[in-house]
């Protein structure tokens, strides 16, 4: 006899069990799908789109000039961090070291901000 194949079984208390009926017309529709696809990679479900934005956990979809903007500051980032080696190892002229770790938390905090994130 072979194993059960496919997706593990939720607990209890996980299951979905209730079904909503939800009535759209085409251009809603095409504004849902558009929307639960915007900024990602791989779109989401119909279902985890409409019950993550009505349970207030609206996935996030990041603008591309934002994501330009993160590689930028990461870049930037890389930067600081082999400055601050060179400074640590002698090979560069000191720096006060508070400086460099300010500059790099508002950079993260930055960079943070353009992708939805609080910290």
């Known amino acids: 006899m072979g194993t059960k194949k496919g997706k593990k079984a939720l607990p209890e208390a996980e299951k979905r069990d209730n079904l909503i009926w939800v009535r759209v017309n085409d251009l ?8 639960r696809s915007k900024g990602r ?7 985890d789109y409409m019950r993550s934005t009505c349970l207030s956990k609206i996935p996030t979809s990041i603008p591309e000039v934002n994501r330009e903007a993160w590689s930028s500051l990461s870049k930037l980032l890389g ?3 082999q400055y601050q080696h060179a400074i640590n190892s002698g090979k560069a002229n000191d720096y006060p070291k508070e400086v460099l770790n300010e500059l790099k938390n508002e950079i993260q905090l930055l960079r943070n901000s353009l992708i939805g994130m609080e910290k």
């Open 28 to 35: 809603e529709l095409l504004k849902i799908d558009d929307l």
């Open 41 to 47: 990679t791989k779109a989401i479900t119909r279902s």
């Open 79 to 81: 930067n600081i961090n």
